[in-house]
């Protein structure tokens, strides 16, 4: 029998990421593909015995379904593929990019109280004085597409620093900046406008390093007064008052999809 499997388990690993939901799948990407978690929260969900298939567990994360006919069930609950939902948030500063904080301070999700969707998640994260775009979805292997490095979807921000801006600090920013041992380069930098101590910037990324921006702007010595991301692959947040949300429209999540290079993602 494992004879005769294995050559389907290769096929099946070939297969676009845009295959129709009646073709088999792995259990952990059918949880996906049907909005529940992402493929590595499902197999612990398997392997911790609390996923079913009909009514028989399954803890083999390499166990095969047809999504056309499996019935499935988490803690004794079917589930069902949700709607998929787009966000984008004006996050404003102060707030954690988590849905429960043990500290107990504000988070993101205070925003989204009128969004009844259990399976809402970020994609990539904003640190808590950070401000600006961030998307939410419950389409997870749209989300894993976005962050694949290999995808190199761009990320814009707009910085305030406590200096005025030059030529050579700009270059140094694109060139490549050493912090804690790690090469940290942005894509582009240049100049918005300057006060009398102090100027604006605006940084383009392709990597979602921790901390990038600020990480080479200490590496030069200077202080990061504010980090505002004003767009992600063409998707730009506009005047979209801070702490409100919308839904994406057709046409942006059209461009967002093109912009994943390398990826095919079931509309």
């Known amino acids: 029998m494992k004879g005769r499997r294995a050559p389907q388990k290769t096929r099946e690993r070939n297969r676009p990421e845009a295959e129709p939901a009646g073709k088999r799948v792995t259990l952990p990407r059918a949880l996906s593909k049907l909005g529940y978690c992402s493929r590595t ?6 392997a911790d015995g609390r996923v079913a298939v009909g009514d028989r567990i399954v803890t083999d994360i390499s166990a095969w379904v047809d999504l056309s006919t499996a019935l499935i069930k988490v803690d004794g609950r079917e589930i069902a593929a949700e709607t998929r939902i787009y966000l984008m948030l004006n996050k404003p500063r102060g707030l954690v990019t988590t849905r429960h904080d043990p500290e107990g301070r504000p988070t993101v999700y205070d925003c989204l109280v009128e969004f009844d969707v259990p399976h809402l998640s970020p994609v990539g994260r904003l640190d808590k004085a950070s401000e600006g775009l961030l998307l939410f979805t419950n389409d997870t292997e749209f989300a894993q597409s976005l962050l694949d490095p290999i995808t190199h979807v761009s990320k814009s921000y707009h910085v305030q620093i ?23 380069r942005a894509t ?8 009398d101590r102090n100027s604006w910037i605006e940084v383009e990324l392709q990597e979602g390093r921790n901390r990038q921006i600020r990480r080479m702007l200490e590496a030069l010595d200077i202080s990061c007064l504010r980090l505002v991301r004003v767009a992600i692959g063409g998707l730009e947040l506009g005047d979209l008052p801070k702490g409100s949300v919308r839904a994406l429209t057709d046409s942006e999540l059209k461009d967002l999809r093109r912009k994943v290079a390398g990826k095919a993602i079931r509309d």
Not at 41 to 46: F, K, P, S, T
Not at 162 to 184: C, F, N, Q, V
Request: charged fraction near 40%; hydrophobic fraction near 45%; proline fraction near 0%.
């Open 188 to 195: 582009a930098a240049r100049k918005l406008r300057e006060g």
């Open 162 to 184: 406590d200096r005025i801006a030059d030529d050579d600090m700009l270059a140094a920013m694109t060139s490549g900046l050493r912090h804690d041992g790690e090469l940290l």
């Open 41 to 46: 929260q499902a197999e612990r969900l398997i």
